[in-house]
């Protein structure tokens, strides 16, 4: 027996136990090909990073381990997409993004091929890997490729939502998720479509609109500062890219403060996103982006890196508060 397929190899069961939603991907594929979606699956050497061992264990005829060349991953994706199939291929989101960015825009998007692209371990989630797998810089180059959906999950349950979804969206998409580590926000049987956010509510002095792994944390944030008297919401942006224009209004409108949060640089991401539609649309809101300020994050624990960016609750939470006060 193929041990690396095994599911009680001490590698999966380690993994798993560390990291809950790791199995996600793989599950929800797994119910797709069993409900008669033609989906098929491929990694770069990551199976075990992405829980994709667990689909390659139910469909090994479906799955393709391309090896570390991810860039041929992407282009097989295109091609194999031409046969009626829909790929959905994996790697660590800043291998994905940033090498693979031609792929992605010639092979993928200008053919209109319907590939599922999943980049995870997406910001500074592998921590002390260091700059190099660090992708901070995935919103702004995909977002800016023509016809190409953008998607951050903030949850598990809501990436599954996303995946179910996908099979009835025409255009390729690029999902962006953590590491299977993020806490559960959302409950498993949730509505979700592509480019309408979850607004968890819209507040007088200050919304925050967030996406991915933020999403949380800022909804503690705003859960502790509406208790000490302020009136604060929360926009859950999942997809970036088509934005909710509808939503970001709602929130320049009715907010006195929109404050954008991101695992990813300031400049180009969500918060460039939000910005251009409030250029272009009016709203009489103060617009104050927040993540990494324009510069190669540190190395160090994921959790620690979240502190130091103040990304975790008490960050977001300290960020806002200045603005009130």
Same mark, same amino acid.
């Given at each position: 027996? @193929?041990?690396?397929?095994?599911?009680?190899?001490?590698?999966?069961?380690?993994?798993? %136990?560390?990291?809950?939603?790791?199995?996600?991907?793989?599950?929800?594929?797994?119910?797709?090909? =069993?409900?008669?979606?033609? *989906? *098929?699956?491929?990694?770069?050497?990551?199976? /075990?990073? @992405?829980?994709?061992?667990?689909?390659? &264990?139910?469909? +090994?005829?479906?799955?393709?381990?391309?090896?570390?060349?991810?860039?041929?991953?992407?282009?097989?994706?295109?091609?194999?997409?031409?046969?009626?199939?829909?790929?959905? *291929?994996?790697?660590?989101?800043?291998?994905?993004?940033?090498?693979?960015? =031609?792929?992605i825009r010639m092979d993928v998007a200008y053919c209109a091929q319907p590939?599922?692209?999943?980049?995870?371990?997406?910001?500074?989630?592998?921590?002390?890997?260091?700059? $190099?797998?660090?992708?901070?810089?995935?919103?702004?180059?995909?977002? $800016?490729?023509?016809?190409?959906?953008?998607?951050?999950?903030?949850?598990?349950?809501?990436?599954?939502?996303?995946?179910?979804?996908?099979?009835?969206?025409?255009?390729?998409?690029?999902?962006?998720?953590?590491?299977?580590?993020?806490?559960?926000?959302?409950?498993?049987?949730?509505?979700?479509?592509?480019?309408?956010?979850?607004? #968890?509510?819209?507040?007088?002095?200050?919304?925050?609109?967030?996406?991915?792994?933020?999403? #949380?944390?800022? %909804?503690?944030?705003?859960?502790?500062?509406?208790?000490?008297? /302020?009136?604060?919401?929360?926009?859950?942006?999942?997809?970036? %890219? +088509?934005?909710?224009? !509808?939503?970001?209004?709602?929130?320049?409108?009715?907010?006195?403060?929109?404050?954008?949060?991101?695992?990813?640089? *300031?400049?180009?991401?969500?918060?460039?996103?939000?910005?251009?539609?409030?250029?272009?649309?009016?709203?009489?809101?103060?617009?104050?982006? /927040?993540?990494? %300020?324009? !510069?190669?994050?540190?190395?160090? +624990?994921?959790?620690?890196?979240? &502190?130091?960016?103040?990304?975790?609750?008490?960050?977001?939470?300290?960020?806002?508060?200045?603005?009130?006060?």
């Amino acid at each position: 027996m @193929n041990r690396a397929l095994n599911p009680e190899s001490w590698q999966y069961r380690e993994l798993n %136990k560390r990291a809950p939603s790791l199995a996600t991907l793989a599950n929800t594929l797994i119910e797709l090909a =069993e409900a008669g979606h033609p *989906v *098929v699956a491929g990694t770069a050497d990551l199976q /075990h990073s @992405n829980g994709l061992i667990g689909f390659a &264990r139910r469909f +090994p005829e479906r799955f393709t381990q391309f090896g570390i060349s991810e860039q041929n991953m992407v282009s097989a994706a295109a091609g194999m997409a031409t046969t009626g199939v829909m790929p959905y *291929v994996a790697t660590f989101a800043s291998f994905l993004a940033l090498l693979c960015c =031609e792929q992605i825009r010639m092979d993928v998007a200008y053919c209109a091929q319907p590939v599922r692209l999943i980049g995870h371990h997406t910001g500074i989630s592998l921590g002390f890997y260091g700059t $190099s797998h660090h992708a901070t810089e995935d919103i702004a180059i995909m977002r $800016s490729i023509a016809d190409l959906t953008v998607v951050s999950p903030a949850d598990g349950p809501q990436f599954a939502a996303a995946l179910r979804a996908s099979v009835n969206h025409p255009q390729p998409i690029y999902f962006r998720i953590a590491r299977g580590h993020d806490p559960v926000l959302y409950a498993d049987d949730a509505p979700f479509e592509f480019g309408k956010a979850v607004v #968890h509510g819209i507040g007088a002095d200050l919304t925050i609109i967030a996406c991915g792994m933020p999403v #949380h944390p800022a %909804k503690a944030a705003m859960e502790a500062l509406n208790k000490k008297g /302020h009136s604060v919401g929360l926009i859950d942006m999942h997809t970036i %890219k +088509p934005l909710d224009r !509808e939503a970001v209004m709602a929130a320049a409108r009715k907010s006195r403060i929109v404050l954008t949060v991101e695992e990813h640089n *300031v400049l180009g991401g969500l918060g460039g996103a939000v910005a251009e539609v409030m250029a272009e649309e009016g709203g009489g809101a103060r617009l104050v982006r /927040h993540g990494i %300020k324009d !510069e190669f994050s540190l190395i160090a +624990p994921p959790t620690h890196l979240y &502190r130091h960016y103040q990304l975790d609750a008490a960050g977001i939470e300290s960020v806002a508060q200045s603005l009130l006060a």
